[in-house]
Structures are given as structure tokens and as C-alpha cells.
T-cell receptor
Framework: KAGVTQTPRYLIKTRGQQVTLSCSPI?????VSWYQQTPGQGLQFLFE???????NKGNFPGRFSGRQFSNSRSEMNVSTLELGDSALYLC????????????FGPGTRLTVT | GENVEQHPSTLSVQEGDSAVIKCTYS??????FPWYKQELGKGPQLIID?????GEKKDQRIAVTLNKTAKHFSLHITETQPEDSAVYFC??????????FGTGTKLQVIP
């Protein structure tokens, strides 16, 4: 069974631009969560989607948004990029929103210049 | 909300020795405690997990213990090998709440 895939793997953007990252979960998994990982802040939860609905949300500004499609694939969008948005963005999938095992993708490395 | 503390932040051991990483959590509603290993340039990999109805779980050289009363859980790696070198994260989750991660432990196994 294929793992979680994320595209693109690397991205360089300029301050003020917007970016869209994509995540394809493991087949059969219906929950997708997004995390931001930085050296200083560790793994910070962004949001979780299940059945195309946002179920949980972390403490990030409204510039960060996401959505999930009927095939469980998910996208996250960051508008008006800031230098501090440079990070590794990780997607994780699980069967559901309860206490299920969560499996991570390889991440998208975003650099904002 | 849940708060997970992880110690130590760095750990160096000689090959063949044991390594122990400890975590504490604050929310008594947490029932699921996974551990992840992250190698350079990769996403975190689930290596073992434990649920609140179990006190200990083993998988070959890796074991996890849980003390719900004290709200702490630990990862034990025996007979460490150079390929165990990585960053390890503990986490806690209760019901439909989000997963909360510890700050990570960088383990270095010296050959």
C-alpha cells in the first residue's frame, strides 16, 4: 500500500505571494492533518480534515487555510507569505479522527525569500 | 489544552547501550501515546504506540511504558545501533482532540 504523498517536495516563494501544498493520504484513510515543523517551534498542529470538514484547528492566523476533497486528498494554502512561514509542512493521514495511528508524508520544504 | 514535555533534548549513547526518553502530559483525558522517529530529510515515522489500558508494550528492541497516574510515559531502546540515530518525538491524544507532540529528542549513537 502506498504511503502518504506530498507535492511539491520543495518550494521557493517570495514574501507576499501565496502557495498551495497538496497531500494524498494512504488509501482508505479519511482523516488528514497538517503540521508546520520549524527548528525553534517543533511540530505545530495546523488543522485536521475528515470527510471534507475541518474537525480541529491549531493556533495559526487566517492566512493558513485548507480543504479536503471527496477522495480524501487535501490541500493547504498560505496567503501573503511571510519570512517566518519558511518551514517543513507535513501532512499525516489516519483512518479516522479518533485515537488512530497517524502516518506522515515526507513533507514540503517551503522557503520564503 | 494538552501539554507534552519531553526530556532530554539531546542524548548520546555508545553503540550497544540503552537509551531512555521520557515524556509527561497534562490532560488526563489523553489515552493514546505514539512515538515517532524522524531521520534527516524525512517525515516522522511511527515506531510504537501505547494506549491507556496497557502499561507496557514491546517490539523487538523498542519498548514503551505508561504510568497514567503520574501522567508520564517513556521510550526504551536497547542494544542501540548507529541507525537508531535520529530525532524522536513523543505525542499524546485523547478522543477527537488533536495530537500534541513533545519537543523532540536528538539521539546520537556513537559507534
Amino acid at each position: 500500500k502506498a504511503g502518504v504523498t506530498q507535492t511539491p517536495r520543495y518550494l521557493i516563494k517570495t514574501r507576499g505571494q501565496q502557495v498551495t501544498l497538496s497531500c494524498s493520504p494512504i488509501s482508505g484513510h479519511r482523516s488528514v492533518s497538517w503540521y508546520q515543523q520549524t527548528p525553534g517551534q517543533g511540530l505545530q498542529f495546523l488543522f485536521e480534515y475528515f470527510s471534507e470538514t475541518q474537525r480541529n484547528k491549531g493556533n495559526f492566523p487566517g492566512r493558513f487555510s485548507g480543504r479536503q476533497f471527496s477522495n480524501s486528498r487535501s490541500e493547504m494554502n498560505v496567503s501573503t507569505l511571510e519570512l517566518g512561514d519558511s518551514a517543513l509542512y507535513l501532512c499525516a493521514s489516519s483512518l479516522g479522527t479518533g485515537e488512530y495511528e497517524q502516518y506522515f508524508g515526507p513533507g514540503t520544504r517551503l522557503t520564503v525569500t | 489544552g494538552e501539554n507534552v514535555e519531553q526530556h532530554p533534548s539531546t542524548l548520546s549513547v555508545q553503540e550497544g547501550d540503552s537509551a531512555v526518553i521520557k515524556c509527561t502530559y497534562s490532560d488526563s483525558a489523553s489515552n493514546y501515546f505514539p512515538w515517532y522517529k524522524q531521520e534527516l530529510g524525512k517525515g516522522p515515522q511511527l515506531i510504537i504506540d501505547i494506549r491507556s489500558n496497557v502499561g507496557e508494550k514491546k517490539d523487538q528492541r523498542i519498548a514503551v511504558t505508561l504510568n497514567k497516574t503520574a501522567k508520564h510515559f517513556s521510550l526504551h531502546i536497547t542494544e542501540t545501533q548507529p541507525e537508531d540515530s535520529a530525532v524522536y518525538f513523543c505525542a499524546a491524544k485523547g478522543g477527537y482532540q488533536k495530537v500534541t507532540f513533545g519537543t523532540g529528542t536528538k539521539l546520537q549513537v556513537i559507534p
